[in-house]
DNA sequence: TTTACTTTTGACCCGTTGGTTAAACTTTAT
DNA sequence: ATAAAGTTTAACCAACGGGTCAAAAGTAAA
C-alpha cells in the first residue's frame, strides 16, 4: 500500500507537474491534471486538498531544482574563465533538457511575487556572492572589474543563458525564418556565450 | 456622441489593458475590467463582443509598441558601436516606463504561440537582418565576427535589455538583499550593457 | 414633440470548475 | 473471519465567469 500509495500520490505529482508548466496556475485544471494521472478528480483531492496546495508542492520542487542547478558554480574549484564555460555548458544543458522551466518560473514568479521571500529566505545569497567574489578577488582585479559590477555581471551571465529559452517561441520563429535550427542555436550558444563574456570582462 | 464613443472604447481599452498585463488572459476577469472602466460588463460584451476579441485587441497593440522600439535601430545612421549604446539607452528607457511589457508579452507568446507567426509575418526580419549585416560589413569583419555569429550577437543584446525585467521579481528579491535599488541597477545598466557587448566583440 | 437610433443598465442564463460526500472497494491487523 | 483503516469512485453542489436580453436612458433629426 505504501507501495501504491507512492505510486498514486507521484502520478499525480507528475501529472500535475506536467500541467502546470504547460498551462500555468491559472490556465491549468483539475480535471485535466486527474485524467492525465489517468484518475478520479476526487482522488486529487484525496492526495492534495486543494489546487493552490498542489501547485505550491509542484512549483517548489521546480524552484529546487533550478537554484539547485547554479550550486555547483559556487563550489567547484576552477578558475574564472572555467567557471564561466562551465557554466554556460551545464546550465545550457540543463535548459535544453527543460526547456519550459523558465518560462513558467518566471510567470509564476511574476504572478506571485510574495513566493519570492519565501524562495530566497532559503539561500543565503549575500554569503554566497561574497564567497564567488573573494574566490576571485585576483583575478577580477586582472579582470578590471569591481565589487560593484558584480550584479551586473552574474545577471547578464544569467540572462544569456536563459532568455533563449523564457523567449523561445519568438527566437524559435525568428531563426526558422532564417533557416537556422534552435537545438543547433542552443548548441553554438554553449561556447559562444562563454567566449563572449570572458572577452567582455578581459582586459584590452 | 462620437466623442463620447471614444472616450467610453478608449477607457475599456486602457482598462482591458492594465487588466491583462497584470493578469495575463487566464487570469484576467471581465468583471474586473469593467470595474477598472467603470463601467458595466453588458457594456463591455458591447464594445468587444468577446474577451478574445478584447485581449487581441490589446495584444496586438502591445506587439505593435514592443516591436516599434527596435525598429530605429535599423534606420539610424550610426556606427555599430554607436548603435549598441544607443539601443541599451533607449530600449532600457522604454522598459523603465513600461516594466511589466517584458513578461506579459513572453508569456502569451508561450501560451499560445500561434501568434508569433502572424506577428513576424507583419516584418520582414530577414531584410533587416540583412540590412544590419550589409550596414556594418566592414565594421563586423573588423570584428572578426561573421553572418553566422550575428544570430547568437543579436540575441545576447536582446537578452541583456529584456531579462532584468522579465525576471525583475527575482532580481530585484536578489538585490535588495544586497542593499542596491532596482531603478538604479537598470540606470547602471544602461552603460553596462553596451560596453560589455562593444568589448565582447572588439578584436583583442 | 415625436420618431428613430445609439448607448447603458440590471437581471438573468448556463456551462465550467474547484471542491464535497457517502458509499464501495482494498488492504492490514487481530 | 472480521473489524478497522486506508483508498477509490460516482454523483453531487455552490459559485464563478463569460455571455445574453429586454428594457431604460440618452441623443439627434424632422
Redesign the interface.
Known sequence: MAENDKQTEERIFEAATDVFIE??M??ARMQDIASHAGINKALLHYYFRTKEQLFNAVFEMVARKIIKKFAPVFDENLSLEAKIRFFFKEHLTFLQENP?LP?FF??E???N?SR??KI?SGVD??KL?LKLYSQHKEELKNYNLTEE?M??LL??I???S???F??????????E??G?DFDK?IE??KT??AE??I????R?
Open positions: 498551462k500555468g491559472d490556465g519550459r518560462a518566471l510567470n514568479m511574476n504572478r511575487p519570492i521571500k530566497l545569497i549575500d556572492w559590477t550584479p551586473q545577471t547578464s544569467v540572462a544569456l536563459v532568455f533563449p523564457a523567449a523561445r517561441g519568438i527566437i524559435e520563429g525568428v531563426l525564418k532564417m537556422i542555436y553554438t550558444r559562444f556565450a563572449f563574456v572577452k567582455a570582462i578581459s584590452p
